[in-house]
């Protein structure tokens, strides 16, 4: 693989001095498929080289500059074959389109080391996958959260996965999800138009746009930031209302950017948290006495963030068609709208 040079601006942002290895990973292109913590090791192993020479330490400021990061070949597959189920909507010689179930991690870290969908994909697959991921993450283009259920891409080659995640970079992939949240949108809510980076076009759809990055003293979660992250845009559209008054609502999503728990922090920074979600749901839930005791007993007890992966588009990497695939709600979204929809005879519903 041809040695990839980036390049650090002269504006890097003076008042947060910014490490290099997260300036080096936010400079790279999607295609190169280069997370920070796999820059940190080609740090450690001399393969980064800045306008000093050879970089020795990912902790230190980022200087403005040229940098030229020698990827070389994709590493060992450490990830073992597991005889584990899938959902293929679609495979030919360069892709395959998985329809994930929730609860399934997508490729192995710690803590999940057996059971992913990269452990299922080396079986399928027989080793046919590209190694651009790196270690652990053969074929991976773009990702989904563990209890997040729905479509995604998977690259048999490397060609296939440079041209998709090129799409996914410069947003022509088309990426759309299903989400039932606590609260409505309403283009007349006050509370709505005076948060930052919250807009409504027309159709009463949702606009969030802001910088995502990880929150400043949870390392597990991503937060909205004013002053670093990465810029990242949602559209949300309301489809369905339940409650009296409306409470919940079920919403489709759209991605243009699509950062780590994107739309999870987007709905939560509105005050209208997924159903289920225990690490964003927020303090704004809907009331019991809104949506009746059996819905509320059905909300309360929804064990997983409700949000699925429900169309993925792109062009086809070898000969340019475009590919779009649909993925309905799962049981147990399907379950919980029922049980909302039963909440009173005011219960509102637009085309889907």
Same mark, same amino acid.
């Given at each position: ?171 022509? +992939? @088309?990426? *759309?999800? #299903?989400?039932? %949240? ?5 283009? /007349?809510? =006050? $509370? ?93 839930? +809907? @009331?019991? *006495?809104? #949506?009746?005791? %059996? ?5 309360? /007890?929804? =064990? $997983? ?48």
């Amino acid at each position: 693989m041809p040695d990839l040079v980036l390049t650090l601006a002269a504006d890097l942002p003076p008042t947060e001095p910014l490490r290099l290895d997260k300036a080096l990973a936010t400079a790279a292109p999607a295609s190169a498929s280069l997370s920070r913590s796999r820059i940190v090791r080609l740090i450690a192993e001399g393969a980064v080289r800045g306008p000093g020479g050879v970089v020795h330490d990912g902790k230190a400021r980022a200087i403005p500059g040229e940098y030229v990061i020698t990827i070389g070949a994709p590493e060992p597959i450490d990830a073992r074959p597991e005889a584990i189920p899938l959902t293929i909507v679609h495979e030919d010689d360069d892709l395959i389109v998985i329809d994930k179930p929730a609860g399934m991690v997508v490729h192995p870290a710690p803590g999940s080391p057996s059971g992913t969908l990269v452990n299922a994909l080396l079986a399928h697959c027989a080793g046919s996958l590209s190694g651009i991921g790196g270690a652990l993450r053969p074929g991976i283009v773009h990702r989904i959260d563990k209890d997040t259920s729905g479509l995604l891409v998977v690259a048999k080659t490397d060609r296939a996965h440079h041209a998709l995640a090129r799409q996914f970079e410069d947003h022509s +992939a @088309s990426r *759309r999800y #299903l989400a039932l %949240a606590h609260g409505v949108i309403d283009p /007349a809510d =006050p $509370r709505l138009r005076g948060l930052p980076g919250v807009s409504f076009e027309p159709g009463g759809v949702l606009r969030v746009a802001t910088n995502i990055g990880r929150h400043p003293t949870d390392r597990q979660r991503q937060a909205v930031s004013a002053t670093h992250g990465r810029h990242a845009v949602t559209r949300a559209r309301m489809l369905e209302s339940f409650g009296r008054p409306p409470a919940a609502m079920l919403a489709e999503c759209r991605l243009e950017t699509g950062r780590t728990h994107q739309i999870r922090v987007h709905l939560a920074h509105c005050g209208l948290g997924l159903i289920g979600d225990p690490v964003y749901g927020g303090a704004r839930r +809907a @009331s019991a *006495r809104a #949506l009746g005791s %059996a819905a509320a007993a059905a909300v309360a /007890a929804f =064990p $997983r963030q409700a949000l699925h992966a429900a169309h993925l588009g792109f062009d086809h990497p070898a000969d340019g068609r475009r590919l779009n695939f649909d993925s309905p709600l799962p049981p147990d979204m399907t379950t919980l709208a029922a049980a909302l929809r039963g909440t009173g005879p005011d219960t509102q519903r637009s085309d889907i």
